[in-house]
């Protein structure tokens, strides 16, 4: 786990064991005979999610094959989505109708060119990691 805190300080100790304790790792249905412990699974997981890794450039901070990191990436991936499946859903109100028209709306007023529909707090800023005061 120390090693994705290290990476570039996109994560830290407390905020990947928060995480672990929000989710059961332990209880993930390995499809191959790779069985890394919850830490490294949600490492793994985090680092990936983390633009611009791809297995290639994690595979030496790992110490881990490309595909034993593929792997291990698809069954967390494959888990989380099944196990929390009824708690995600699409709103009702984003249509691809009123996708369009936030995308137009956001085109006019700024000098954004692509497809933007929205932004994560719903303010026109740059996105960057969270500090660890908020």
Known sequence: MELLTNLYGRFSH??????????????IPWRTRYKPSAEEAICILLARLS?????KDLSPIFKRSK??????FNDV???LYTEYLPIIEWHPIL???RLQYYC???????PMSRRIWGFIDGTFREVC????GQ
Do not use: K
């Open 129 to 132: 990691r969270p500090s660890s």
């Open 51 to 55: 633009w611009p890794f791809r297995n």
């Open 104 to 110: 137009e709306r956001i085109e006019r007023q700024s």
């Open 67 to 72: 595909p034993y990191l593929s792997s291990v």
């Open 77 to 79: 991936i494959l888990y």
């Open 95 to 97: 249509t691809y109708d």
């Open 14 to 27: 407390e905020g990947i064991v928060e995480i672990l304790e929000l989710i059961d790792l332990e209880s």
